[in-house]
């Protein structure tokens, strides 16, 4: 019985010790906002490179059909 109340002690000090000093005795230290980068513009979804192909396909199988 005497070793838990021993340990009991022991934690409640711990505990107590640890909230007490948490913020430690340095200076606080403010560091400075950081902003937010401007969002880019919004670009296209397709890369013109595939429009090209695609318009090049198309009069090819139109050639191709006639």
């Not at 969002?39 to 009069?59: C, D, E, M, Q, T």
Request: charged fraction near 10%; aromatic fraction near 4%.
């Amino acid at each position: 019985m005497r070793i838990l109340k021993t340990l009991t002690a022991a934690a409640a000090l711990a505990a107590f010790t640890t909230a007490a000093s948490a913020g430690g005795i340095a200076p606080e230290v403010m560091e400075a906002p950081v902003a937010a980068p401007a969002p880019a513009p919004a670009g296209s979804s397709i890369n013109p490179a595939f429009i090209v192909v695609g318009v090049l396909a198309a009069l090819l199988i139109a050639a191709a059909a006639d």
